[in-house]
């Protein structure tokens, strides 16, 4: 199994930047994408931006141009960032990062992390 540590969450104001991090251990040569969902009150979740083994990435329009994910493949951990600039209200949410397990064919969590951007 793979284990996702989130931090990085906090309270920003309209404009500003965020980055938020996400920590693998475990089974981390099983990992295959990895990124970013959120979810606002009373919304569903929803894909942010995802990255691949290879480095590709992909965004949902509500972020493109704005925020950037990255991926850092070391030796013992793999960590997935996620470069929030020009913040507004709506990106408001719950943070949660994924890796696909590839293995497994199973998705893992990590516990989420808040965001909070004030007009």
């Known amino acids: 199994q793979v284990q996702l540590v989130e931090s990085g969450g906090g309270l920003v104001q309209a404009g500003g930047s965020l980055r938020i991090s996400c920590a693998s251990s475990?089974?981390?040569?099983?990992?295959?994408?990895m990124g970013w969902y959120r979810q606002a009150p009373g919304k569903q979740r929803e894909l942010v931006a995802t990255?691949?083994?290879?480095?590709?990435?992909?965004?949902a329009d509500s972020v493109k141009g704005r925020f950037t994910i990255s991926r850092d493949n070391a030796k013992n951990t793999v960590t997935v960032y996620l470069q929030m600039n020009s913040l507004n209200t709506e990106d408001t949410a719950i943070y949660y990062c994924?890796?696909?397990?590839?293995?497994?064919?199973?998705?893992?969590w990590g516990q989420g992390t808040v965001v909070t951007v004030s007009s």
């Open positions: 994924y890796a696909y397990n590839i293995d497994l064919r199973w998705t893992n």
């Open positions: 475990g089974s981390i040569s099983s990992i295959g994408d």
């Open positions: 990255t691949t083994n290879g480095g590709s990435t992909n965004y």
